[in-house]
């Protein structure tokens, strides 16, 4: 079965900083991987996902992660954050049995962006 | 193009009631998902819905969850009768197809509350 591991349920970095958050995954398959942002009492939204093409995928807001399949790794970063960053951040697999496709979420990270 | 519906976006009912949530989704998107989001964790599927069949609903607690999408097109979740853990966010999202690559589109969940 496939899981999905966020090191850091919260992050706090300063306006202008580094974003990097943490994800880890467990897969039998090739994963397909995704990174979806919730805003407070709104739906989820993708920022990116990876299918296998190129390892370095980059998505909406500035945002890229990268595959690393010896670490089995996919680690979301922004070089400069943003207050309206400020949202909770999931990390996603794909299921992959016969006609399965629902998707396995993390726990979250919450990130906070300080002025 | 109109994104997923839901309705209401807000429940607040006693224990041993019933509820319904409500979803439409996108325009020609012929899966469904059900997802329940608890306070503080990712969301997790309760049902996938393949146009009007039932693909995976190895998650939905059967004895008091029930689901439909009557003509492969909207949906709805039952609960009866509700205990106190089923207070949480439901998430109702599409795909075009089952593919694994698929983008799930999400709406903005209704927000039960069991008192």
């Known amino acids: 079965a496939q899981s999905v591991t966020q090191l850091g349920s919260h992050v706090s970095v300063s306006e202008g900083a580094l974003v990097l958050l943490r994800c880890n995954y467990s897969?039998?398959?090739?994963?397909?991987l995704f990174w979806y942002v919730q805003y407070p009492n709104q739906g989820l939204q993708l920022l990116l996902k990876?299918?296998?093409?190129?390892?370095l995928v980059k998505g909406i807001n500035g945002f890229e992660a990268e595959f690393k399949k010896s670490e089995t790794s996919f680690h979301l970063t922004k070089p400069s954050a943003h207050m309206s960053d400020a949202a909770e951040y999931f990390c996603?697999?794909?299921?992959?049995?016969?006609?399965?496709?629902?998707?396995?979420f993390g726990s979250g990270t919450r990130l906070q962006v300080q002025p | 193009e109109a994104g997923v519906a839901q309705s209401p976006r807000y429940k607040i009912i006693e224990k041993r009631q019933s509820v319904a949530f409500w979803c439409n989704p996108i325009?020609?998107?012929?899966?469904l998902y059900w997802y329940q989001q608890i306070l503080g964790q990712g969301p997790k599927l309760l049902i996938q819905?393949?146009?009007?069949?039932?693909?995976?609903d190895s998650q939905l607690p059967k004895d008091r969850f029930s689901a439909e999408r009557l003509k492969g097109v909207d949906s709805t979740l039952k609960i009866q009768p509700a205990k106190l853990e089923d207070s949480a966010v439901y998430l109702c999202?599409?795909?075009?197809?089952?593919?694994?690559?698929?983008?799930?589109?999400f709406g903005p969940g209704t927000r039960l509350t069991v008192l």
């Open positions: 897969s039998s398959v090739p994963p397909y």
């Open positions: 990876y299918t296998s093409a190129a390892t």
């Open positions: 325009s020609g998107h012929a899966t």
């Open positions: 999202a599409s795909t075009t197809s089952p593919e694994r690559a698929d983008t799930q589109y």
């Open positions: 996603a697999v794909s299921d992959h049995g016969t006609g399965r496709r629902a998707l396995t």
């Open positions: 819905f393949q146009n009007n069949g039932v693909v995976d």
